[in-house]
């Protein structure tokens, strides 16, 4: 079956790597990039974008820029010590002949949900901000929309960067509450299941080798982002958190999952948490339980979803 998808990225070490899987894997249909600064600046977002898909082959995916910082907050500073001042690992890149598309990353969203409505689904892997301008543009994209995956948040792991958040959602905790509590159908893809993924250096060797110039950029900046892993985590290997998503979409029998109520804390020491009401569960006031049903992935088989990282893109 074919996955028509717009993907929402701020690449990103590990967007390029689900850009790359998006642009490759036969049962996608990529429809567009919308950028969002996040991992980098909204400039660097999309130029990277359209590198990306210009090394692949396909400078014919439109890539339309999107939101420059979050919708209420202050922005934090590009963590330029993950992904690199150029967002891939301070490689050095080729020129960029192509050029983003004229309209917002909002207005491509509804343009292109409108064309094909039911049938597409949007994957967000960075700070949601574009989602949430799509849907004040267009209310209606709730009924338009086949499904919203979103790589972001955590509901048993804790915080990548504060103890209780995740990156995506500390990053535009605005954005994220409208989003998520939209009422669309929705997955969320968070560090419950994206640390349980370990991509290796042995699977990138495979993807290098199977993917030519663009292997090349891919290999470059895993290098500088398996650094920060080593450093930081102890580990050797990163964690694919952007494609892990694209393994929900099209691999979900890898994934166990919940239905149940999100919402995300937008101010105070805990901003950007996400907080899973499991469906059913009663609580000691109903407030909890009061945004519509989203499904929460809450395990994963890891090594299964790094070989299908691996094998799609060797
Ligand atoms: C998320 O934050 C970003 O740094 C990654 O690209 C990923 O989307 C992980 O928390
Ligand atoms: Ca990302």
């Known amino acids: 079956m074919s996955h028509p998808i717009i993907f929402d990225t701020d690449p990103g070490v ?171 159908p929705l997955t969320l893809v968070g560090l419950d299941v994206t640390h349980r993924c370990v991509l290796t250096p042995a699977h990138m060797q495979r993807i290098e080798a199977g993917q030519g110039e663009l292997g090349k950029v891919l290999a470059g900046s895993y290098a500088f982002y398996r650094d920060f892993y080593r450093e930081f985590l102890g580990i050797d290997g990163c964690c694919p958190h952007d494609s892990c998503a694209l393994a929900w979409l099209l691999r979900p029998e890898l994934f166990t999952t919940a239905p149940g109520h999100l919402a995300v804390v937008t101010e105070g020491l805990a901003e950007g948490q996400t907080l899973f009401a499991p469906e059913g569960r009663g609580f000691i006031q109903e407030r909890w339980s009061q945004t519509p049903l989203v499904e929460v992935c809450l395990e994963v088989d890891g090594e299964a979803v790094v070989e299908w990282i691996a094998d799609t893109l060797s």
């Open 14 to 184: 590990d967007d390029a790597q689900a850009i790359a899987i998006a642009l490759r894997h036969p049962d996608i249909e990529l429809l567009g990039l919308t950028t969002t600064y996040g991992n980098v600046d909204i400039e660097t977002a999309t130029h990277n974008g359209l590198l990306l898909c210009e090394l692949a082959g396909r400078g014919d995916v439109p890539v339309a820029q999107g939101a420059a910082g979050p919708m209420v907050k202050p922005r934090h500073p590009a963590p330029a010590h993950i992904h690199g001042a150029n967002g891939l690992g301070n490689i050095e890149l080729p020129e960029v002949k192509g050029k983003k598309d004229a309209r917002s990353a909002a207005q491509f969203i509804v343009d292109t949900v409108n064309e094909r409505p039911g049938e597409v689904t949007l994957v967000a892997v960075g700070p949601v901000g574009n989602l949430a301008a799509a849907l004040q543009l267009d209310p209606a994209l709730t009924e338009k929309v086949k499904r919203v995956v979103i790589m972001g948040g955590s509901v048993r792991e804790g915080g990548n960067v504060t103890p209780v958040a995740e990156a995506n959602m500390f990053n535009d905790p605005h954005a994220a509450q409208r989003v998520l509590t939209a009422g669309w």
